[in-house]
Every structure is written in C-alpha cells, then in structure tokens.
T-cell receptor, first 115, second 114 residues
Framework: KQEVTQIPAALSVPEGENLVLNCSFTDSAIYNLQWFRQDPGKGLTSLLLIQSSQREQTSGRLNASLDKSSGRSTLYIAASQPGDSATYLCAVTRDYGGSQGNLIFGKGTKLSVKP | KAGVTQTPRYLIKTRGQQVTLSCSPISGHRSVSWYQQTPGQGLQFLFEYFSETQRNKGNFPGRFSGRQFSNSRSEMNVSTLELGDSALYLC?????????????FGDGTRLSIL
C-alpha cells in the first residue's frame, strides 16, 4: 500500500530564506508526482508535476526533484516571500494500468514566511 | 478558461440526512475525481468517474456514491450522514487516459454535520 510522508509538518522561516520541503513515498511504481499549494479555506493549486521518467521540474522560484529509486521528492523554494505562506502537499499518482490513477497525498507541510 | 466549479460552497446538515454535492470540471476534461479532506486523515480519495463510468474507488462505505453526466459534470451523494462526515469535499478534473496532465481542483464544499 502506497504511503506518502511529508517532513516537517510545519516550518517557519524569515522572508528571503531558501528552503526545502521533503516528501517520501513507499512504492516506487508511480505514474507521476505532483506538488500542490493550499491556502486556508481553499482548494488545491497545482505547482509542479514531475513525470515518473523525469528528475526535476522548475517554475519560477520553485524547483521540484524526484528520485524514484529512493522514493523521495523535494520542493525547493528560493528567496521565500510572505505570500508563499500556505500548506504544501505532495501527491503521487498510481500507475493505473498505464494511465493516471488517483492521487495519494501526504499530510502536508504548513509553511509560514515571516516578514 | 473557467476552473473547476463546486457547489454549494458550504452546507450544514444533521445526522441521518442525505446530501448531494456538485462539480463542474474544466471544459474538455473528461475525468472527475472526488476527495475528502479532514484534519485527522488528510486528503483521501473517494472515487473517479470517466465518461460516465466509475473507474476507480477508494475505501469508503457505500453511503458515499457518485455519478457523472454526459457533459462530464459530476455529483456526489452521501446518505445517512454521520458526524464523522464533516469535511471539506474536493473535486478534481483532468484530461484522463494516458495523460500526464495535472489534476485541477475546485475550492471544495465545506460540509458540517450537527
């Protein structure tokens, strides 16, 4: 059974700091891995999607890496800003017979960036 | 392009009642998935519909059911509501199939059971 773990559960940093969020998963047979952001009372916003054959993806100040063999992914946020404060969720997608299955989520890392 | 729309945003019900939630996916998306989010369990997969057929199902009791219409809009129904059903219910849409496109979420329906 696939399990996704995110460490730490909460993180507080001063503005401008570079930071890394960690995600680990127990079964390497994934279709892809997605990082999401969730603001209080809102749904999820997709940040980055890494296909199982890829090693990393970048979007602006965000960089996500994937190491399937070790079952790990990291989300790197450069030059953090107060607007980055949110809960960040990692999710893997099962390989559902060659197509995308359902998302399996970690519990998230609640990030607070202090001005 | 409009995003995923969920209605209503908030619902208050009492134990034993039943409820129907609605989700309109992004235009062109044929897959709709439903998730339950609670503080204790986090986000858990309920079921996925593709072309009006349930393609995948999570580990929830039969009180939770859904359907998808020919225009890809989906509804989720929960019967005989229990206090533990209080949660944020999120809907996600995607192109589906052998696709590596991301899943897009709505803002959810907050269901409170009294």
């Amino acid at each position: 059974k696939q399990e996704v773990t995110q460490i730490p559960a909460a993180l507080s940093v001063p503005e401008g700091e570079n930071l890394v969020l960690n995600c680990s998963f127990t079964d390497s047979a994934i279709y892809n891995l997605q990082w999401f952001r969730q603001d209080p009372g809102k749904g999820l916003t997709s940040l980055l999607l890494i296909q199982s054959s890829q090693r990393e993806q970048t979007s602006g100040r965000l960089n996500a890496s994937l190491d399937k063999s070790s079952g790990r992914s990291t989300l790197y946020i450069a030059a953090s800003q107060p607007g980055d404060s949110a809960t960040y969720l990692c999710a893997v997608t099962r390989d559902y017979g060659g197509s995308q299955g359902n998302l399996i989520f970690g519990k998230g890392t609640k990030l607070s960036v202090k001005p | 392009k409009a995003g995923v729309t969920q209605t209503p945003r908030y619902l208050i019900k009492t134990r034993g009642q039943q409820v129907t939630l609605s989700c309109s996916p992004i235009s062109g998306h044929r897959s709709v998935s439903w998730y339950q989010q609670t503080p204790g369990q986090g986000l858990q997969f309920l079921f996925e519909y593709f072309s009006e057929t349930q393609r995948n199902k999570g580990n929830f009791p039969g009180r939770f059911s859904g359907r998808q219409f020919s225009n890809s809009r989906s509804e989720m129904n929960v019967s005989t509501l229990e206090l533990g059903d209080s949660a944020l219910y999120l809907c996600a849409s995607s192109l589906a199939g052998a696709s590596n496109q991301p899943q897009h979420f709505g803002d959810g329906t907050r269901l409170s059971i009294l």
